[in-house]
């Protein structure tokens, strides 16, 4: 294997990860956001039906 095909290697390795990684970590982010979010929705609305007496 030559320099050629060993930097043509890391490039075909490498941009993938680099393209892809970004878009995985900020998906992952956005869905753990949105479902907090839907969360405190949903025990604000179960509150509000049933509200603590005390």
Not at 13 to 31: E, Y
Not at 32 to 46: G, N
């Amino acid at each position: 294997m030559n320099r050629y095909e060993a930097f043509h290697l890391l490039f075909l390795l490498a941009l993938p990860v680099i393209w892809f990684t970004p878009g995985i970590l900020l998906r992952r982010w956005q869905d753990k956001k949105l479902k907090e979010a839907k969360e405190q929705e949903q025990a604000r609305a179960i509150a509000r039906l049933y509200p603590k007496d005390e």
